[in-house]
Antibody
Framework: EVQLLQSGGGLVQPGGSLRLSCAAS????????MTWVRQAPGKGLEWVST????????YYADSVKGRFTISRDNFKNMLYLQMNSLRVEDTAVYFC?????????????????WGQGTLVTVSS | DIVLTQSPVSLAVTPGEPASISCRSS???????????LDWYVQKPGKSPQLLIY???NRASGVPDRFSGSGSGTDFTLKISRVEAEDVGVYYC??????????FGGGTKVEIK
């Protein structure tokens, strides 16, 4: 079964760091861009970051730029989100998602496979 | 950034009746190739979002044909022809024309009467 299995997350103090992982299976991982989307408690969906299939191009929301780093290991079929300088407002469930595109050179992103989500709580 | 406004915020529907959700964009979502880059997702209670419609009117794999997407430019609609109990959830539109940033609508909660 095509799936994304997430790990990481938890409770961290403001200013701290955390790394999220997303393990892909049963699809050609390197052929697709991968994205992180988050959802604050009781709120809607917010795009966080996207990385092209070959890791040539990374994109970030202004709210996380300079603090978060997206990366991938195409040999291990893994996607990561390194989160530094965490703030209370970063508290959310984070989802990884597979794009139908390889990159964002052209429009048309759509996310056909999603991970189960992992909760990140930033609190003192 | 493109802003998407969904309406209504919530709606309660009798099973078997139709439902319609609107998504209005602050900018046209028509590309020079003629395609409208607007997707629809549903997030069922306690679950991850799932893709329903892409490029405004194309149903994703496995999506029942009671779901349909329409619209062009700045006005888009998701219709459920006959609502079923399993359709309960929050529906989001998402624009994929101008990225980054990719933006979502605020969501529409669908409940059963």
């Amino acid at each position: 079964e095509v799936q994304l299995l997430q790990s990481g997350g938890g409770l961290v103090q403001p200013g701290g760091s955390l790394r999220l992982s997303c393990a892909a299976s049963k699809f050609p991982f390197a052929s697709y861009a991968m994205t992180w989307v988050r959802q604050a408690p009781g709120k809607g969906l917010e795009w966080v970051s996207t990385l092209s299939g070959g890791a040539e191009s990374a994109y970030y929301a202004d709210s996380v730029k300079g603090r978060f780093t997206i990366s991938r290991d195409n040999f291990k079929n893994m996607l990561y989100l390194q989160m530094n300088s965490l703030r209370v407002e970063d508290t959310a469930v984070y989802f990884c998602a597979k794009d139908i595109l390889n990159n964002w050179d052209d429009p048309g992103a759509a996310f056909d496979i999603w991970g189960q989500g992992t909760l990140v709580t930033v609190s003192s | 950034d493109i802003v998407l406004t969904q309406s209504p915020v919530s709606l309660a529907v009798t099973p078997g009746e139709p439902a319609s959700i609107s998504c209005r964009s602050s900018q046209s979502l028509v590309h020079s190739n003629g395609y409208n880059y607007l997707d629809w997702y549903v997030q069922k209670p306690g679950k991850s979002p799932q893709l329903l419609i892409y490029v405004a009117s194309n149903r994703a794999s496995g999506v029942p044909d009671r779901f349909s997407g329409s619209g062009s430019g700045t006005d888009f609609t998701l219709k459920i022809s006959r609502v079923e109990a399993e359709d309960v959830g929050v529906y989001y539109c998402m624009q994929a024309l101008q990225t980054p940033p990719l933006t979502f609508g605020g969501g529409t909660k669908v409940e059963i009467k």
